[in-house]
């Protein structure tokens, strides 16, 4: 929630996105973060609305369903995300290809962001886009950054510069590219090996039927 490096620098790339209008809708952990998982699996089994936390989870779903461009970030905490972030991405499971991944996500493109003092933000990234890719997000950008400092204020100069020159570029990239992206072979070949598993899944009926009704079993695609 505070306005640090990895708030400030997603700011920044906000900014260089041309689309000088863009309509952005911000979510803030814990603000926005829903009570932990507490593992019921009623998501997967029941659906989405069964669990505890629906209301505070099933908001931000929507809103991402709607959006071309997908960015999270996170500081670098001991090597990995912040825990109340993850504790939203925990809330996403069902959303994950095994499960029932959302048509839209295959045509979305994702910004992962992380900032740390010294190192840590490759684990934090990696992690980031690793969801993104398991919802089904074909092409994600990575941006890390040690900023050898604890808040954005005492970020030096110079790396800020630096900080402002790459981001610029590749907003540029993301900018040529929102809205016009497809899944790799990558993706295509997740999605395939999901089919099989959902054509021989005896265990969760809430998902087959999902994959049915969307015709992904008899060979529809959500892209
Ligand atoms: C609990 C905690 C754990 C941290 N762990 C790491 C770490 O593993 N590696 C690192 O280089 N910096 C670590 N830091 C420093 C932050 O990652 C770094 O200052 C970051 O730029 C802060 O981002 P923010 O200004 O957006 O909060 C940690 C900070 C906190 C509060």
Request: net charge positive; proline share 5%; glycine share 8%.
């Amino acid at each position: 929630m505070h306005k640090g490096s990895t708030y400030n620098i997603t700011k920044l790339f906000l900014d260089k996105l041309s689309d000088k209008n863009p309509e952005i809708t911000e979510f803030f952990m814990p603000k926005h973060t829903p009570g932990f998982c507490v593992g019921c699996f009623n998501c997967f089994t029941k659906g989405e609305d069964a669990c505890p936390h629906a209301d505070t989870v099933q908001p931000i779903v929507k809103e991402m369903e709607k959006a071309d461009l997908l960015i999270l970030e996170s500081p670098c905490y001991v090597f990995g995300m912040s825990g109340q972030l993850k504790t939203f991405l925990d809330h996403m499971g069902y959303r994950w290809m095994p499960h029932r991944p959302h048509e839209r996500m295959f045509s979305k493109i994702g910004l992962v962001i992380s900032t740390a003092a010294g190192a840590g933000t490759r684990k934090v990234t990696k992690d980031l886009k690793n969801n993104l890719f398991y919802w089904g997000v074909p092409k994600t950008y990575c941006y890390g950054k040690h900023v050898g400092a604890l808040n954005w204020e005492t970020v030096k100069p110079e790396k800020k510069k630096q900080i402002e020159s790459e981001v610029t570029k590749l907003a540029e990239k993301i900018s040529r590219e929102v809205c016009n992206v497809k899944p790799g072979i990558k993706t295509k070949v997740m999605f395939k090996i999901m089919k099989m598993n959902q054509k021989s899944n005896d265990w969760n009926a809430t998902d087959k039927e999902y994959w049915i009704k969307k015709g992904w079993i008899n060979g529809k695609n959500p892209w």
